[in-house]
């Protein structure tokens, strides 16, 4: 709905003064998006497609070069920016959606589960630009499951069931409030003996009743 895909029922939604239900198209030019599904031209390389975009957005061509190698650099995409897009995993897909919706100035961005499939360097650097994006006065509006996420990015959370806000606030006061879970990380060696996991689990389930597990084993 903020992004204009969705008809809205009722209520009123501005950004920067301009209402969503009566000028979707002047609201558009003022937001980014990185949607779930990734809407990329694959007949480009990466490179390519972020200079279009650059100019698109009114980049002055002196600067595209610099810019558009900045947001290459904020996604970890270098090495790949001169390949086809059509050639890219589904991970380095994910990664050049959120640079396109992070490129030029925006008032919102908003960014749908961004860091699926990313690794932990990928991660670290996309953080470390957005952080510096909400700095510098843009609002960023994040869709994520990890919890992990929303503590490194947001100063607001909003938890939704069934569509619906069902509380709101810092995540701090959200897990002061309602974080009475606890979670349990353990480490075992099990080379020398491999009955030692099903020790560990009957020990948890002994220990802690009614607790839920979720066992991360080492690949073979």
Known sequence: MLTGEETTTSGTVLINGISITENIRKVRSRIGHCPQSDYVLNHMTGRELLIMYARLWGVPEPSIYKYV???LHSVYLKTHADEFVHTYSGKSKRRLCTAIALMGKPSVVFLDEPLTGMDPVARRLLWDTVT???????AVIITSHSMQECEAFCTRLAIMVKGRFTCLGSPQHLKNKFGSIYTLA??????TDEDKVEEFKEFIKTTFPGSSTNW????T
């Open 132 to 138: 510096w994006m909400c700095k510098t006065g843009k």
């Open 216 to 219: 991360l084993l080492p690949p």
């Open 186 to 191: 353990a480490k075992i060696k099990i080379n």
């Open 69 to 71: 190698e900045a947001f």
